[in-house]
């Protein structure tokens, strides 16, 4: 158990972070930060009055809180529009930025397109961490994910370790959930690896994908794993097109608790990670989606899986993708 874990932005994926720690008892003290409800200069004084007492955090602090007793669990919660309470927190772990959202057509922004308004939430992010828990061990999960993590290394300049973004293990997720649905076998016998920037160029690794330790091939034919594969690189998209309202939230956070369960039990487990790349995979100065060993270190050593040529050619692909969004981070100041 930590004595200080915070969550920044508690939306839709934020509230279920604060929930599942509290369940878990990951640390004693959960601090959560939201400036929502967004205060509208335009309307009159007192409408503005009212929302200026609203909170978005304080709100589903108070309604985890009076679940505590039925979870059970004994733990304390701070919520603040501000982010004061950050201080002293051990581990952040950020979803604060805009989701996707469908379009009244049925269409969807790209994650990259979330870019430009996603830059400045982080720039606030990045200077409450500096001002409040610097040496905090932090998980970003706002996305374009991969340049939002590189924003953040820049404006902070932690040990590389310190710092990772959450994209492959949600991926690898998806991925281990299609091929068990179409084995017909536990997701728990199912093991697979998505690699490179966290967008539709994501790289699933079918040489490294296994069902209790045999190959994958065994189990589904070469059209069966093309499609399961294609439907990964989408899968974010197909939820976004489904809900309507926002994007997934459930199986971002708990990919985002399975990182750091593997830091809080100093589990040395290997898990797919987005880590500052030196060298590795022929990338030098990216944020790139990685397996990696997480323990207590944090990101303490990243992996380097021996790919096909095939995969090695769609990393360099994906790579490109997170190189222009990295670039417009650069260009940005
Ligand atoms: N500081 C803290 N929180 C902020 C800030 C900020 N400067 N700006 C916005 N937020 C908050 C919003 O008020 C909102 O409550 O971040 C929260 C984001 O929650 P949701 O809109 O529900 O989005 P969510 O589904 O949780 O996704 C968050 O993770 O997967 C990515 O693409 C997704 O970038 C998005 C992020």
């Known amino acids: 158990m930590l004595k200080k874990i915070a969550v920044i932005g508690g939306g839709n994926i ?19 930060t939201d400036p929502a409800p967004f205060i509208n200069p335009n309307d009159p004084p007192e409408k503005q009055e009212v929302t200026r007492k609203q909170s978005v955090s304080k709100g589903k ?127 728990e016998n199912v093991e697979a690896l998505v690699l490179g920037g966290h967008g539709d160029d994501m790289v699933p690794i079918r040489s490294c994908c296994r069902v209790a330790g045999m190959p994958v091939e065994k189990f589904l034919s070469k059209e069966k794993l093309d499609a399961i594969e294609s439907r990964t690189r ?41 880590t500052l790349l030196e060298g590795e995979y022929g990338v030098n100065g990216l944020f790139v989606g990685v397996p ?4 207590a270190h944090g990101v303490e050593k990243v992996i380097e899986a021996d790919l096909t040529d095939a995969e090695k050619a769609a990393l360099g692909k994906s790579v490109d993708v997170v190189k222009k969004t990295s670039a417009e981070v650069d260009a940005a100041g």
């Open 14 to 32: 934020g509230g279920v972070l604060v929930q599942e720690i509290a369940r878990r008892k990951l640390a004693r003290t959960i601090a959560v």
């Open 61 to 187: 602090a108070l309604d985890i809180l009076e679940a505590l007793p039925v979870m059970p669990a004994d733990v304390r919660i701070e919520a603040s529009r501000d982010y004061d309470v950050l201080a002293g927190a051990e581990m952040v772990i950020s979803t604060a930025g805009v989701p996707r959202k469908a379009r009244p057509d049925g269409t969807f922004p790209s994650r990259e397109e979330l870019l430009a308004i996603n830059l400045k939430v982080t720039k606030h992010v990045a200077d409450a961490i500096g001002q409040y828990c610097k040496n905090a061990f932090v998980i970003n999960i706002a996305n374009p994910l991969d340049a939002i993590v590189y924003t953040l290394y820049k404006k902070l300049a932690p040990p590389k370790n310190m710092l990772c973004g959450m994209a492959g293990v949600l991926d690898s997720a998806r991925y281990r959930y299609f091929v068990a649905e179409a084995v017909g076998v536990s997701v």
């Open 234 to 274: 989408k899968a974010g998209g197909e939820v976004v097109g489904l809900l309507g309202f926002g994007s997934a939230f459930v199986s971002p956070a708990f990919s985002a608790l399975e990182m750091a369960e593997a830091v809080i039990y100093d589990k040395r487990k290997i898990i797919p990670v987005c």
């Open 292 to 295: 990696a060993i997480m323990g």
